[in-house]
C-alpha cells in the first residue's frame, strides 16, 4: 500500500501529526517501536509525573495541611504499590485513548523500529523478526528524545535511576541526589520529597531552571528550600560509586577551585537533560542533514535536506516540550495537504508541575536586556490576590513585560497556585497581539487567581488596585 504520510513514532508529536494529516484527507500510517502509543510523553514522562506529583500533594496536604483548615484526620499513611497502581491506570487510559483515535481516524497503525531505506520507503522491522516496507509520499520524523548521560555515571535504573526509573521506585529512598535542577529534576525531587525523602539537587550552574528569568527562579529557590529541598550550585558530578549498596557522589565545584567532597545517597536521580533521538533512522546514509547536536536540520515547513522527508517535535530545534511538538505536527499535516501551517514560536508556553507552578510565555527581562529591547515591568504578588490569601496559597507573583513603546506584551511569568492554568490567559492576549492594557481592561472574575494577571497589567503603569 502507498501512503500519502508516514509518520515514525507516536509521541504527541506524532500521533497528532498524523490524524490531523487523516482528517485533511491523506492516507497516513503511523510505525511506534512501543508496544503502546504516546511516545515519551504518555508513557515514561509528562503523564505518569503529573499523577505521581497530583497523588504526593494530596498526600503532603492531609499530612501537614489539613488541620490548618479544620480538617481532622489520622496521620496518612503511604501505599507505595497503590499509589503506583494510580499511576499506571492514568497510563494505561492515555495510551489506549491515543490507541482508538488512531482508530477512529482510520490511520494505520504498524508496531515495530522503524528506519528510512530511502526517500519514500519505510522499512519496519517487527520484534518477530519480520520486516516490511510501506511506501508513501511523505516522511515525518517525530522520534523524540532520549535520556541525556552523565559522563562517567552508569544508569542501572536501581540505584543511579534515570527520569524513567525515577517514576517506578519501589520504596521511598531516605536520601536522594537529583542531578540537574532542571524541570525534570526538581518536579521528581518534588514527589519524593513529599513522600518523605531527603532531596539535595547538585547543578553544575550557579542557578537553578537555567533559561527562565533569573527573578522567578530566584524565588522558586527560596520556596523549594523551605519546603525541605538542599542545593549545592556550581557543582560538578564527577563519580558515583554504587559498589556498597548505596551510592557515593562525588562532587567537586564546577569552576575547578576547591576541594571535592563526597555525599551519600539511597538513589541518584540523573536529570541533566535529553538529546534528540534518531538512532538507528538511517538518516546519514539518505542525508538527512543533523545539527552539532544530533538534531534534524529543516526549514520553515519542517522539511529536512533531503525532499519527502520532515522532521518535528524533539528532533529538531527548539524547546522539549509535548505541546511544541503537537502545534508542528498539525502545521506539518496541513501544510502537506496544501493549507497554511504555522507555528508561532514566540508563544510557547512551559510549566514546572510542582506546588507552586511556575510558568511562561515569551521573553524574560535577560533577553529583553540582551536584545536591547525596552521594556516596563507589572509586578502582583499572590500575597495580595483573596482567593490566593483565603486559601493560604500565597507564594509566589505574576510579571508582565511589556514593550515601552507600543506596550505589546513580550513576555508573562508566573509562579504561584495553577500556575499551569492561568499562564493560557497570558498566551492567548500574546497571540493576538495584545497590549497590557488590553489585559487591564479585560474583566476578570472575581474572586480567582487570574485577578492577579490584571493587576499585574495595571502594574505596568504603576495603577494596581490592590497593592
Not at 517501536?33 to 497530583?54: D, E, I, Q, W, Y
Not at 488512531?102 to 528510512?116: A, Q
Request: proline letters at 4%; glycine letters at 12%.
Amino acid at each position: 500500500m502507498t501512503y500519502d504520510l508516514v509518520v515514525i513514532g507516536t509521541g504527541p508529536g506524532g500521533y497528532v501529526c498524523a490524524i490531523r494529516a487523516a482528517q485533511l484527507g491523506l492516507k497516513t500510517a503511523v510505525v511506534e517501536k512501543r508496544a503502546t502509543f504516546g511516545g515519551t510523553c504518555l508513557n515514561v514522562g509528562c503523564m505518569p509525573s503529573k499523577a505521581l506529583l497530583h497523588a504526593s500533594e494530596l498526600f503532603a496536604d492531609a499530612r501537614d495541611h489539613f488541620a490548618d483548615m479544620g480538617i481532622g484526620v489520622p496521620s496518612p499513611t503511604l501505599d507505595l504499590p497503590k499509589m503506583m497502581a494510580f499511576k499506571q491506570e492514568g497510563i494505561d487510559g492515555n495510551t489506549k485513548g491515543v490507541d482508538f483515535l488512531l482508530k477512529k481516524n482510520k490511520v494505520d497503525t504498524v508496531h515495530g523500529t522503524g528506519r528510512i531505506a530511502a526517500p519514500g520507503r519505510v522499512e519496519v522491522a517487527g520484534e518477530d523478526g519480520t520486516t516490511q516496507t510501506l511506501e508513501t509520499k511523505a516522511i515525518c520524523i517525530a522520534t523524540g528524545s532520549e535520556v541525556s548521560p552523565l559522563r562517567g555515571v552508569e544508569i542501572d535504573e536501581t540505584i543511579v535511576v534515570s527520569s524513567t526509573g525515577a517514576l517506578s521506585l519501589a520504596k521511598v529512598p531516605g536520601k536522594l541526589i537529583v542531578v540537574g535542577a532542571g524541570v525534570i529534576g526538581l518536579e521528581l525531587g518534588s514527589v519524593w520529597r513529599r513522600l518523605g525523602a531527603e532531596v539535595t539537587v547538585l547543578e553544575y550552574l550557579d542557578r537553578i531552571l537555567p533559561g527562565l528569568d533569573a527573578e522567578v527562579a530566584k524565588q522558586f529557590q527560596r520556596i523549594l528550600q523551605k519546603q525541605g529541598f538542599a542545593f549545592k550550585l556550581g557543582a560538578k558530578v564527577t563519580a558515583v560509586d554504587t559498589s556498597g549498596g548505596a551510592a557515593k557522589v562525588t562532587v567537586e565545584p564546577a569552576q575547578g577551585e576547591g576541594a571535592a567532597e563526597v555525599l551519600e545517597a539511597d538513589i541518584v536521580l540523573v536529570a541533566t537533560g535529553r538529546y534528540a533521538y534518531t538512532e538507528g533512522l538511517g538518516l546519514e546514509a539518505v542525508g538527512v542533514k543533523t545539527d552539532a547536536r544530533g538534531r534534524v536540520e529543516i526549514d520553515a515547513h519542517f522539511a529536512s535536506s533531503v525532499p519527502g522527508i520532515y522532521a518535528i517535535g524533539d528532533v529538531v530545534v527548539g524547546p522539549m516540550l509535548a505541546h511544541k511538538a503537537e502545534d508542528e505536527g498539525m502545521a506539518l499535516a496541513e501544510i502537506l495537504a496544501g493549507k497554511a501551517g504555522h507555528v508561532n514560536y514566540d508563544v510557547i508556553p512551559s510549566v514546572v508541575y510542582t506546588f507552586p507552578e511556575v510558568a511562561a510565555v515569551g521573553k524574560s527581562e535577560e533577553e529583553l536586556k540582551e536584545a536591547g529591547t525596552a521594556y516596563n515591568v507589572g509586578k502582583f504578588p499572590f500575597t495580595a490576590n483573596g482567593r490566593a490569601k483565603v486559601n493560604k496559597t500565597t507564594d509566589g507573583f505574576v510579571k508582565i513585560l511589556a514593550d515601552a513603546t507600543t506596550d505589546r506584551v513580550l513576555g508573562v511569568h508566573i509562579i504561584g497556585p495553577d500556575a499551569g492554568n492561568i499562564i493560557a490567559e497570558a498566551a492567548v492576549a500574546m497571540e493576538f497581539g495584545a497590549s497590557s492594557e488590553d489585559i487591564a481592561r479585560t474583566c476578570h472574575a472575581h474572586p480567582t487567581l487570574n485577578e492577579a494577571v490584571k493587576e499585574a497589567a495595571l502594574a505596568v503603569e504603576k495603577r494596581a488596585i490592590h497593592m
